[in-house]
């Protein structure tokens, strides 16, 4: 039977993970992972049954992933700002088993439907101690299936290539492998400040742990503690978004001329476009140890490091190993360097890389033969950098998180003394961008009647990120002849007086 300590080469009795009021050592952490693993199959749960995860930031979140995966179940980690409605969903699309969390949303989601819970928030301790600690096969081979926002404003499961055919051992080795990709060491701490449930951050986090980092998780992010957490000398590594650097730049009273942690060898970032002053300046005071990342849940990845940036300001770098990138015209053929084009991946393998569960047209639709997209724009220079000229049209980046606008119309639409709509995305110093909808209002509506609906509307169906902040009354939404919604006419405006978010999409 393989420990996870031995996997991670680390000592039995080193801290595994930390979250400032409960931690455990890899031994703790091996048996806990397996007693939840035993516990998930006394539930009901077999090999490549679905189990949801929904805990906020704690090492429960760690136990319960390591535990499904080793016991060969499918797990979906959700996003605990999600309401219930937004939880069913993702239940009823993968005929979810079990749910463990410690949300509300998810709580109520899954007593819906009679699903069982495994409650982290009470007796969680209990429940796991009664749970047998017979090591569970090392051939199970469970796997992370991630959901992100469909253009229909639901999300959609994407089913990685290979699913639920990697042993855990070697599944744990290929989280190392990733880890080694972008440098991250494999001693000292890796501090987690994002939510657990994000895909990159999690990802790269628990690659850390695999190469026999500690993983120290922060409750939630505020600027002065997080800035005080990486100041600590056991720190090695981190992943952060640029809007944390705004953050961490605007707070006052600080030395930006002395380093913080001359320890602190790596700081990942991604999730949203960063304005190359921003990215100069936190250089500038933590030392060049950034490496960005672009990639996104349904795969693909380019890295770039501090000195190949500093060269090529603006670039999010070149693949790594085994992905392929190129930009490609509308015809599918391939531009020439520094023309812009369509960005697509594809594996060398010549494999595909994903589908998208029970969406066959969806999956169709983002392929070009095995290569695929997610409809980003950017373009290749000379030496195959890649520069981003944004994100799809459509998409809004709310703090590194996407928003999709069909989502929030959708929760909307049925609001009485609405006309029409449309959700766009515009710049927000803080958040990288915020959602703005637009409304056209029908004959004889009360405007305070309808905004305090629509609040009513958001706060009911969308989770905070997603809720609008800003409503624009306006006579008429623009739409082509196919009726379809001309979106750069209401997002250009909101962009033309932004010009230090240089990264947004141009309109085509």
């Not at 981190?238 to 953050?247: H, L, S, Y």
């Amino acid at each position: 039977m393989s420990r996870l300590y031995q996997l991670a080469g680390v000592a039995a009795d080193a801290i595994a993970v930390d979250d400032g009021v409960r931690s455990l050592t890899w031994a703790e952490l091996d048996d806990g992972s397996q007693r939840v693993g035993n516990g998930l199959e006394a539930l009901g749960a077999a090999p490549g049954s679905h189990v949801a995860i929904c805990i906020s930031n704690r090492t429960e979140f760690v136990e319960a992933v390591i535990g499904a995966w080793r016991a060969g179940c499918a797990y979906t980690p959700l996003k605990t700002g999600w309401t219930a409605d937004e939880v069913g969903a993702v239940l009823d699309d993968a005929a979810t088993s079990i749910v463990v969390t410690d949300r509300d949303g998810a709580r109520s989601a899954a007593a819906a439907r009679g699903i069982p819970i495994v409650d982290v928030a009470a007796g969680f301790d209990t429940w796991l101690a009664d749970q047998s600690d017979v090591p569970l096969p090392d051939d199970r081979a469970g796997y992370k299936l991630p959901y992100t926002s469909g253009t229909t404003g639901r999300p959609k499961g994407v089913v990685l290539s290979g699913s639920g055919t990697t042993p855990f051992a070697a599944g744990w080795a290929g989280l190392a492998r990733w880890a080694e990709i972008v440098h991250l060491p494999g001693e000292g701490t890796h501090l987690f400040l994002s939510r657990l449930f994000n895909g990159a951050p999690q990802t790269f986090g628990f690659g850390a742990m695999a190469r026999g980092a500690t993983l120290r998780i922060l409750p939630r992010w505020e600027p002065l503690a997080a800035l005080e957490a990486l100041s600590r000398p056991e720190v090695t590594s981190t992943i952060m978004v640029p809007t944390m650097f705004r953050q961490l730049l605007a707070l006052p009273d600080i030395d930006r001329s002395v380093r913080p942690n001359p320890n602190l060898h790596r700081i990942l970032h991604g999730g949203e476009p960063c304005p190359t002053s921003i990215k100069a300046a936190f250089a500038d005071w933590f030392g060049e140890v950034l490496v960005e990342y672009y990639g996104f849940t349904e795969g693909g990845m380019t890295v770039v490091g501090a000195d190949e940036w500093r060269s090529r300001p603006g670039t999010v770098g070149r693949p790594f190993a085994g992905m392929e990138v190129h930009v490609l015209d509308a015809a599918g053929a391939d531009v020439p360097p520094n023309v812009e084009g369509t960005v697509y991946f594809q594996q060398s393998s010549g494999q595909r890389r994903f589908h998208y569960q029970g969406e066959v047209d969806k999956t169709e639709a983002a392929h070009q033969g095995t290569a695929f997209t997610v409809g980003d724009i950017g373009y290749l220079d000379d030496e195959g950098f890649l520069y981003l000229c944004g994100r799809s049209a459509d998409l809004i980046l709310v703090a590194g998180v996407n928003v999709y606008p069909a989502e929030i119309e959708q929760a909307i639409a049925d609001v009485p003394g609405i006309a029409d709509l449309c959700a766009v995305g515009g710049p927000d110093p803080e958040r990288g961008e915020a959602i703005v909808l637009h409304i056209t209002l029908a004959e004889d509506t009360a405007i305070d009647e309808v905004l305090a609906a629509i609040d009513g509307a958001a706060n009911e169906r969308l989770a905070p990120y997603k809720r609008p902040t800003s409503v624009v009354v306006i006579d008429e939404i623009p739409r082509d002849q196919t009726s379809k919604v001309i979106r750069r006419e209401l997002r250009d405006p909101l962009w033309a007086d932004a010009p230090q978010f240089a990264t947004r999409p141009p309109s085509f």
